[in-house]
C-alpha cells in the first residue's frame, strides 16, 4: 500500500469514478465517487484512495485516523526487526609479527562470532607496494587461524591503491 502521506482522502479524491471496497472489505464495484463519498459519509467512515495508479482507482471505506495509526506502526514494528549490519575492519602491515597476527585473527574471531561483517586491510607504505605478494601471504595466514565454517569471504583479496583487502561475511547459525 502507498505511504499515508500520500494517500487522499475524502473531497481529495478528484476523479469521476472509483472502484470501491466497503468497511467489511467487501468488493462494491466502480462506482461514481460522489456515492462513494456518501456511502462512506452515512457509515461515519472515511473514503481512502489506497491504490491511485489502478484504473479506475481503488478506495476503502474505513476510518482514516486509525489506519494512518496502524500504518506507523507495522512501519515501527518493521524497524525493530532489521538487525543493523556493521562492517568493523581490521588493519595490519605486510611485516606483521606472529604473535600480533594471533592477536589480530582472534579479533576477526571475535567479530564474526558477534555477526558482524570483517573488513581485513593490509596498507602498505614505501617500497612495500612493489611486494604485493606479501599481502596476499598475510591475509591467507589470517584465514587459516579462524575457525573453519565460521564465515564466508563476501570480497577475496584485491588491492584498492596503497591498500589490500578482503571482506569477511559472518555464517548465518
Given at each position: 500500500m502507498a505511504d499515508s502521506r500520500e494517500l487522499r482522502v475524502n473531497e481529495q479524491i478528484r476523479v469521476r469514478e472509483v472502484r470501491l471496497i466497503d468497511d467489511e472489505g467487501e468488493q462494491n464495484g466502480i462506482m461514481p465517487t460522489m456515492e462513494a463519498l456518501k456511502l462512506a459519509?452515512?457509515?461515519e467512515l472515511d473514503l481512502v484512495e489506497v491504490s491511485p495508479t489502478a484504473n479506475p482507482p481503488v478506495c476503502k471505506i474505513l476510518n482514516y485516523g486509525k489506519?494512518?495509526?496502524?500504518?506507523?506502526k507495522r512501519l515501527r514494528d518493521s524497524r525493530k526487526n532489521q538487525k543493523v549490519l556493521k562492517?568493523?575492519?581490521?588493519r595490519m602491515q605486510p611485516k606483521i609479527g606472529s604473535g600480533d597476527l594471533d592477536t589480530k585473527a582472534k579479533h576477526v574471531q571475535e567479530f564474526l562470532d558477534e555477526g558482524d561483517k570483517v573488513k581485513v586491510t593490509i596498507r602498505f607504505r614505501g617500497r612495500e607496494l612493489a611486494?604485493?605478494?606479501?599481502?596476499?601471504d598475510v591475509l591467507n595466514e589470517v584465514l587459516k587461524r579462524l575457525n573453519e565454517g565460521s564465515y564466508t569471504i563476501e570480497k577475496p583479496a584485491a588491492m584498492e591503491g596503497r591498500f589490500m583487502?578482503?571482506?569477511l561475511n559472518a555464517k548465518a547459525k
Open positions: 459519509k452515512e457509515r489506519y494512518k495509526f496502524e500504518q506507523e562492517i568493523k575492519e581490521i611486494h604485493t605478494e606479501l599481502g596476499y583487502s578482503m571482506t
